[in-house]
């Protein structure tokens, strides 16, 4: 069996009265780009913060790939990048001092070939020498994916990267992020923008209260616990009775049609035009990963075991 | 010790060297001023030891207590400021060991004391003219106290969780430690419980085997003031890596 890129196995971890991580196993394999979804509090930060060893479990085990954190540390840290969440930088020097001290303390000597390449990726480039407290919020969050990229690690984790980070920048990560990927990275994701979990990662886990309340691939999930709806508004008329079961409408007036496929909007079109009904707005949503997040934190805690 | 080791050394001593005015200069300039006003006011009316004058006997414990203060605040501001700002995150994170946070603190500690020591003998050369050191006995005693208060300024930058615990810990600890050892007078002078009770404080020894550095003369034998020094050293030094192993308010 291939080495899994991150193993957590019943890890559990308290703060005084508050379970922050309550049992939570879970799996990402080589070369996936998972989502660890959930509320601000479900324990997201807490567990990204025990796999980089910045948090010490009261039990449970993490490995990266096959490395114990705790016990083989070194390695373990080696083969992790993380990008914290809080933006932290270290005013007294510059962008490209601070990646060269972060090489260091992996003990890499003459990395400038591969900083030089980070800081044209991430569009440093102009601030490299620039003092670290010059930077906006942006910049200094690219930093900081830099740092976290310095030694080349195969397993990357991203603590909600585009948060606070403009359009233009967040689609520039994203690219680099995605090539990555496709180079045989691992990628483990949190953010709030549930869009860009659905676009960019193939598995989804979301948390809760400490727990792991789903664990799935984005295509489950999304056929699970959402659905392809045509949505319809009359103009003064009643939606027909072969369409009415199965329909709901809102207090807006618009009527949502479930459907699966493209056939089935075309022939719900047909019966509306065949009852004579005028329609005055019409759209069809595709599934989408907030509608099953928000499902899936409504129903409450059920205990889900991991998908063999 | 792993090869990230000489990069978190590098990094601390950047650190000081790039506020050099306000880490080195600033403390050179306070020990110079405390040597005008204390040798004008006490110079005429204390001889330390036959034969020597106050001067000479003030400059190498002058010296000292600059050296112990700026160790100090070496280990303990770099601390407490990246934990504060967070960024020791991205330390936390590399496979830096315990042993490789300890020894880089603390030889940068080191080497700022060692540039504002030789800074204050170099800014008073031309005022007070001192005998040639004994160099062994003055590295001896330059390296343990000053890694005695390197290593308790990590203690204290791990400890503290905001700067003004930091500053009683300096203020109510650091500050009257360094000030009664013994800098401005022979403790010899002493009346008989104040001699025993400096005889309690480790910077004393350090203090006092310096000064012997250059005089050749002492109120305790340097030997055990080395003992003493280097005993209180490893102890210090211990309890830092139990602290940096146990990951105390570092990795929580």
Known sequence: ?308 | MTRGFPTLLRKEVMRFWKVSFQTVAAPVLSALLYLVIFSHALSARVEAYPGVRYTEFLVPGLAMMSMLQNAFANTSSSLIQSKITGNIVFILLSPLTPGDLFAAYLLAAVARAVVVGAGVFLAVAWLVPLPVPNPLWLFAFAFTGAGILGALGIIAGIWADKFDQLAAFQNFLVMPLTFLAGVFYSVDSLPPFWQAASHLNPFFYAVDGFRYAFLGKSDVSPWASLAIASAAFCALSWLTLHLLRSGYKLRN
């Open chain 1, 1 to 308: 069996m291939a080495t899994a890129a991150v193993e957590v196995r019943d890890v559990s971890k308290r703060f005084g009265a508050l379970r922050a991580l309550d049992g939570v196993s879970l799996t990402v394999e080589e070369g996936e780009f998972f989502a660890l979804l959930g509320p601000n509090g479900a324990g997201k930060t807490t567990l990204i913060s025990a796999l980089g060893g910045l948090v010490r479990p009261d039990s449970g085990r993490l490995r990266v790939l096959g490395r114990d954190v705790a016990t083989e540390f070194g390695e373990a840290r080696r083969l992790l990048g993380i990008v914290p969440q809080e933006i932290v930088f270290d005013p007294f020097f510059s962008v490209r001092e601070t990646l060269e001290l972060q090489s260091g303390y992996f003990g890499l000597r003459d990395n400038g070939k591969w900083i030089d390449e980070l800081l044209e990726r991430l569009a440093l480039g102009v601030k490299a020498d620039a003092n670290m407290r010059s930077l906006s919020g942006g910049m200094k969050r690219r930093v900081m994916v830099a740092q976290a990229l310095v030694h080349r690690p195969p397993v990357i984790v991203l603590d909600e990267p585009t948060a606070g980070v403009d359009v233009e920048l967040r689609q520039t990560l994203w690219q680099f992020v995605r090539e990555l990927n496709a180079a045989g990275h691992t990628i483990v994701l949190t953010t709030h923008y549930l869009e860009e979990a659905q676009n960019l990662c193939s598995r989804i886990a979301m948390m809760k209260a400490g727990r792991i309340v789903a664990l799935d691939s984005t295509e489950r999930l999304l056929a699970a616990f959402s659905e392809r709806v045509l949505r319809v508004k009359l103009a003064g008329c009643e939606l027909p009775a072969s369409l009415a079961a199965g329909a709901t409408v809102d207090a807006t007036g618009w009527h949502r049609i479930p459907v699966e496929n493209a056939a089935q909007v075309e022939s719900a079109l047909a019966r509306l035009r065949e009852s004579g009904a005028r329609v005055s707005h019409l759209e069809v949503t595709e599934p989408e990963l907030e509608e099953v997040f928000v499902k899936i934190m409504a129903r409450g805690y059920a205990p889900d075991r991991e998908a063999a």
